[in-house]
């Protein structure tokens, strides 16, 4: 037997803000799990596994929290699996799942993703000292402002591109009834007025700390009606955190990743054959950084696609129609948001940030130090 | 579907307290060694890796991601990673090689525990708004489901220490090995009434890892591929007081769906000696069952291995045309259990 066609049958997800202290850690998944069925026209009788993903326990101070969760996700009496892999979690979730269907397992699966950064303190969490390792004591943002730095003298990028995209991916947000950063009116002139972070990220470049969570229904061929979103391609690499020669800018786990994305989904141009990106872009520079990882432009040329206006609505590739992470950033389901946001793309059902005639769409997580990377691409047509 | 087979298994030492990082890779990286050295497979010849840990347990976030360090990862690898005991992890895998897109899959799980108080540690695996605040720590939640069963006439605290001098007298090469009687356990003092310290699994740090081959490709690289007939996992509420303790709905859910006739030998993942009964009841065994040759987790422990090393000791034991059963379970009080049937040729 052949691997099974998989498709994404409904999509759901909470509103995201920096403190949801109206609901529990069950709360959050519920809303977001409620809306994914819901979307699928299904109930929780009708799902056969769940799979759960978020980041470092750490972030909420619950060991392993999907067992405590197993009556509010639907799980109890059903094979729950927990998925982490850093900040490509969401992502790596939702392609776990796809893997439950395409090898035959499973006929209707959930994919959950949670985050609930007020629960505890996420810079603590990532400011931990580990062994034969400097501690990064600064959060991601310090980690990744040097990778940047990196990337604008390599591609002798202007100094102004970052602001672009945090200014597109604010107002994309607006248009986004789920985001946490709800932001319309902000200017160019704004970003760059604000604060300086770690040079050269400014406040307004940066995703904030969300509590939020994703869903996501995932279906095989019987399952399947009209409206849905094919998985044409998944894809996840790794490498490791450090060790001599590695480039962090654009890393090769990052590249090799992309690469068999579009070969699984026979893509041969990926800028000109996919209609709408969604790209895990925690600091606005990370666009134009991923563009060329990804293969839509050459290296050293994606901030010119950027620049040029190719990525904002209306362009050539939207990206992060959504908002992205700049506008939302629970972390576990930062990477389940873009996939989903993906196959809303290429189902209709994205609103008011709605790509026009979306029928192929990509979703991009990445985590760790640039390190971990899962993909996927979505079509409106059976593979 | 692709038939899937264990082709290989190493582990390191269980031990009560390594001096290595709790990242697990000075443990690690011997035992990958040997397990594709095992398989005379090279690591770039492994089409999916994925690992089973916790970030808790090693007391930092992103544990996992210093572990990749001991594969030596470039050029970079199809990989992933469940916070759960490995035998999930294997779970994963075993569906990767079903999809076609891999032939092979290394899976391996690490669990430094003596980095700290382990009881207490998985007390944080309860519900964080009105159960773990009062501190119920593992081994006084275990103790809670042994009194049900005493009470309930299903076992006995003699039944109990069989099972665990059985245990201890079993493997040599185990953390635990001690020529002893029950009568004697049984002078020994509580630690948490009904349990003493032999119906208790040890603390250990330890590793494993198992290599996984799909169809012709398991043949190649092993003489007597272990296939497995079937896997199967569920989840119990996390609600103590809304739960049978006594028995184990998930595992015979499990057992069900994978089919347990004809085993004869069973590597349990017991880390109290009464589960270990519940379990032989839940699974229908009788005395045609060898229970735990290696001597279970009961001589050793490894947290987030050792659901992993039971299929892995399972599929090493297993002799021509016999059937055998390996159990994982994660969770408070066997909250969630996996079951593997695994068959020679």
Redesign the interface.
């Known amino acids: ?3 099974q066609r998989a498709a994404v049958l409904g999509v759901g997800q909470s509103h995201h803000r920096s403190k949801r202290t109206d609901v ?2 069950a709360g959050l998944c519920r809303e977001a799990i409620d809306r994914a069925l819901a979307d699928a026209n299904l109930e929780h009788r009708d799902i056969d596994a769940v799979v759960l993903g978020k ?17 509010a996700i639907g ?12 900040g490509s979690v969401g992502g ?1 979730t939702a ?2 799942a796809a ?2 269907v ?4 499973h006929r209707r699966v959930l994919a959950v993703a949670f985050e609930k950064q007020s ?1 505890s303190n996420a810079m603590w ?2 400011s ?1 000292s ?4 400097m501690p990064v004591g600064a959060g991601a943002g310090g980690y990744f402002a040097p990778h940047v730095r990196s990337y604008i003298r390599r591609a002798q990028a202007p100094d102004h591109i970052g602001a672009l995209v945090a200014v597109k991916d604010r107002r994309n947000g607006a248009k986004n009834q789920y985001a946490h950063l709800r932001q319309p009116d902000i200017t160019f002139e704004s970003v760059r007025a604000s604060a300086m972070l770690w040079d050269p990220i400014r406040y307004d470049e940066t995703c904030p700390s969300s509590d939020g969570a994703c869903a996501i229904v995932l279906g095989d061929e019987t399952a399947a009606g009209p409206g849905v979103a094919w998985i044409h391609a998944t894809a ?6 450090t ?1 001599a020669g ?1 480039d962090q800018v654009n ?3 990052g590249r ?2 992309a690469a068999a994305l579009w070969r699984e989904a026979g893509i041969a141009d990926p800028l000109a054959e996919i209609d709408a990106a969604e790209i895990y872009v925690p600091f606005s520079w990370f666009e134009p950084m991923w563009l060329e990882n990804l293969g839509f432009t050459d290296e050293g040329q994606g901030w010119k696609l950027t620049e040029a206006g190719e990525t904002e609505l209306g362009g050539r590739l939207p990206v992060n129609p959504s908002g992205g992470v700049l506008s939302s950033n629970p972390i576990g389901a930062s990477g389940l948001l873009r996939f989903g946001e993906a196959a809303m793309q290429v189902m209709g059902r994205a609103g008011e940030h709605q790509v026009d005639g979306a029928r192929k769409a990509l979703g991009h997580a990445y985590g ?2 640039s ?2 990377f899962s993909m996927w691409v979505v079509g409106a047509e059976k593979p | ?1 692709n038939r899937v087979a264990v082709v290989s298994f190493a582990q390191a030492p269980n031990v009560r307290e390594t001096h290595g ?1 709790t ?1 697990g890779v000075e443990m690690l990286v011997p035992i990958i060694r040997e397990a594709l050295g095992k398989a005379n497979l090279a690591k770039q010849g492994v089409g999916f ?1 994925c690992s089973g840990s ?3 347990l090693a ?4 544990s ?3 572990a ?2 001991a594969i ?13 005991d490995a035998a ?1 992890a294997l ?2 895998a075993w ?2 090689i ?4 891999v032939d092979t899959a290394l899976v391996y799980g690490f669990g430094k525990s003596s980095a700290g108080q382990l009881r207490r ?2 007390a ?6 009105t159960v ?1 605040p009062l501190w119920p720590d593992a081994v006084s939640v275990a103790g809670l489901q042994a009194r049900l069963g005493i009470d309930r006439g299903l076992w006995s605290e003699a039944d109990m220490a069989a099972v665990a001098a059985r245990a201890r007298a079993a493997n040599p090469d185990a953390q635990i090995h001690e020529a002893v009687t029950a009568e004697e356990l049984l002078r020994r003092p509580y630690v948490a009434n009904p349990l003493r310290r032999h119906d208790c699994a040890p603390v250990t740090d330890g590793a494993a890892v198992v290599v996984l081959a799909g169809g012709d490709r398991a043949r190649e690289l092993c003489a007597r591929p272990a296939w497995i007939t079937g896997i ?8 103590l007081g809304a739960r049978d303790l006594v028995t184990s ?2 595992t015979v ?1 499990a057992a069900k769906d994978v089919g347990t006739d004809g085993v004869t030998l069973a590597e349990l993942h017991a880390p109290f000696s009464h589960q270990e009964i519940l379990l032989r009841h839940a699974l229908g065994f009788g005395d045609e069952v060898t229970v735990n040759p290696s001597g279970g987790p009961l001589a050793g422990n490894p947290m987030f291995a050792a659901g992993l090393a039971r299929i892995g000791e399972a599929a090493t034991r297993l002799r021509g045309g016999q059937r055998a059963l390996a159990h994982a379970t ?3 009080a066997l ?2 259990n996996l079951v593997c049937v695994l068959e020679a040729d």
């Open positions: 037997m052949a691997k529990t850690m980041a470092p326990d750490l972030f909420e101070g619950v060991m392993m929290p999907e067992l405590m969760l197993a009556d799980a109890t009496g059903k094979p729950l699996l927990r998925v982490h892999t850093a790596s392609n776990v893997s439950l395409h090898g035959g397992v629960e969490a990532l931990i580990p062994p034969f390792h996840m690499r790794t490498e490791p955190t060790f590695r890393p090769r786990a090799d990743a760790g130090g390190q971990y | 579907m990082t990242n890796w916790s970030d808790y007391g930092r976030a992103f996992f991601i210093a990749v360090d030596g990862a470039f050029p970079p690898i199809h990989e992933s990673h469940v916070e759960a999930w779970f994963e569906v990767k079903r999809t076609g897109e540690v998985l944080m695996q309860l519900d964080p708004y773990a199967a996992h569920r989840v119990e509420s996390a609600h709905p998930s859910a994660s969770g408070p909250q969630q």
